[in-house]
C-alpha cells in the first residue's frame, strides 16, 4: 500500500498563489506516476496536472496551464502543485494521486490522499 498525505490548502484572494503539498509513504516503489485532481461541489473530479517520478515535466489540464507548475522531490518522496494568479474557478478540494500509468482519467490511480480545500475568494 501507499498512503499520500496533502497538505497547503486554505483561502487566498483571487490573483493569490497557494502551494500543495503531497507525501508518499509505503510501498512506494510500485508508483510511478502522481497526480492532482480537484473537485468541486456538485462536480466531477477532474484532472489537474500529472508528473513521472522519474524524470520530465508536469503536464496540465488546459484550465490551469500557465498558471499552475507541478513538481517533485524524489529525496522526500514529495510532488508540489505551486498555484499562481488563482481564480474564484479553481476553488475545490484538491486531491493528490498516485499510480503505475501515466493518465488524464482518475480512474487509472491506485492510491489517493485524503483532500485539501482549496477556497479563492473574489
Known amino acids: 500500500q501507499v498512503q499520500l498525505v496533502e497538505s497547503g490548502g486554505g483561502l487566498v484572494q483571487a490573483g493569490g498563489s497557494l502551494r500543495l503539498s503531497c507525501a508518499a509513504s509505503?510501498?512506494?516503489?510500485?508508483?510511478?506516476?502522481m497526480g492532482w485532481f480537484r473537485q468541486a461541489p456538485g462536480k466531477e473530479r477532474d484532472f489537474v496536472a500529472a508528473?513521472?517520478?522519474?524524470?520530465?515535466?508536469?503536464y496540465y489540464a488546459d484550465s490551469v496551464k500557465g498558471r499552475f507548475t507541478m513538481s517533485r522531490d524524489t529525496t522526500k518522496n514529495t510532488v508540489y502543485l505551486q498555484m499562481n494568479s488563482l481564480k474564484p474557478e479553481d476553488t475545490a478540494v484538491y486531491y493528490c494521486?498516485?499510480?503505475?500509468?501515466?493518465?488524464?482519467?482518475?480512474?487509472?490511480?491506485?492510491?489517493w490522499g485524503q483532500g485539501t480545500q482549496v477556497t479563492v475568494s473574489s
Open positions: 509505503g510501498r512506494t516503489f510500485s508508483i510511478y506516476v
Open positions: 508528473i513521472s517520478l522519474s524524470g520530465g515535466g508536469g
Open positions: 494521486a498516485a499510480g503505475a500509468l501515466h493518465s488524464r482519467s482518475s480512474s487509472a490511480y491506485d492510491y
